[in-house]
T-cell receptor, first 109, second 111 residues
Framework: SQQGEEDPQALSIQEGENATMNCSYKTSINNLQWYRQNSGRGLVHLIL?????REKHSGRLRVTLDTSKKSSSLLITASRAADTASYFCATLWNNDMRFGAGTRLTVKP | SQTIHQWPATLVQPVGSPLSLECTVE??????LYWYRQAAGRGLQLLFYSVGIGQISSEVPQNLSASRPQDRQFILSSKKLLLSDSGFYLC??????????FGSGTRLTVV
């Protein structure tokens, strides 16, 4: 069964704008991860944030984690058309990783 | 470096036929391996995971099975496919406390 719930399900923005996606989950976690999937392809790992971390940056990506609210957000700054993809959050607890349904991001040139 | 291979990329199979999807990992030993299924426009559903040779944990009861005959080989099988088995199947391995690495996926269409 799925664990995370992404919000929104779909997001359409103009190139150069920032994109924010949210994820909520229900159980304990070791860490939370964000993945990107281009249409019909495998998932690519973007960033991992551990349960004792609150914020993490990687290039144009910024991830926050609030374990008290069981939520995370992924911010993509200065978006590009090439950022168009589906983005998934995934929670890891021991060896069990669960994915949300994803946010479909469309960046218009 | 570690790589993961998954094949075939696409597969069209008739209802009732058998299935075998293979996943192999290179460049690591004793990886945790996973099979996920993704329905169109949806998230990933965990089907099976394995922490070692011959060790399989099943998440969903169904007509699919998994086997791990070798340390770096993970196989997803079915004796008789159903229409509902159509989907995008992804193999993944977990390494070193970082994120999962996914294969490129197999698009299965049962007709």
């Amino acid at each position: 069964s799925q664990q995370g719930e992404e919000d929104p399900q779909a997001l359409s923005i103009q190139e150069g704008e920032n994109a924010t996606m949210n994820c909520s989950y229900k159980t304990s976690i070791n860490n939370l991860q964000w993945y990107r999937q281009n249409s019909g392809r495998g998932l690519v790992h973007l960033i991992l944030i551990r349960s004792n971390e609150r914020e993490k940056h990687s290039g144009r990506l910024r991830v926050t984690l609030d374990t008290s609210k069981k939520s995370s957000s992924l911010l993509i700054t200065a978006s590009r058309a090439a950022d168009t993809a589906s983005y998934f959050c995934a929670t890891l607890w021991n060896n069990d990783m669960r994915f949300g349904a994803g946010t479909r991001l469309t960046v218009k040139p | 470096s570690q790589t993961i291979h998954q094949w075939p990329a696409t597969l069209v199979q008739p209802v009732g036929s058998p299935l075998s999807l293979e996943c192999t990992v290179e460049g690591t030993s004793n990886p945790n391996l996973y099979w996920y299924r993704q329905a169109a426009g949806r998230g990933l559903q965990l089907l099976f995971y394995s922490v070692g040779i011959g060790q399989i944990s099943s998440e969903v009861p169904q007509n699919l099975s998994a086997s791990r005959p070798q340390d770096r080989q993970f196989i997803l099988s079915s004796k008789k496919l159903l229409l509902s088995d159509s989907g995008f199947y992804l193999c993944a391995w977990q390494g070193g406390g970082y994120g999962y690495t996914f294969g490129s996926g197999t698009r299965l269409t049962v007709v």
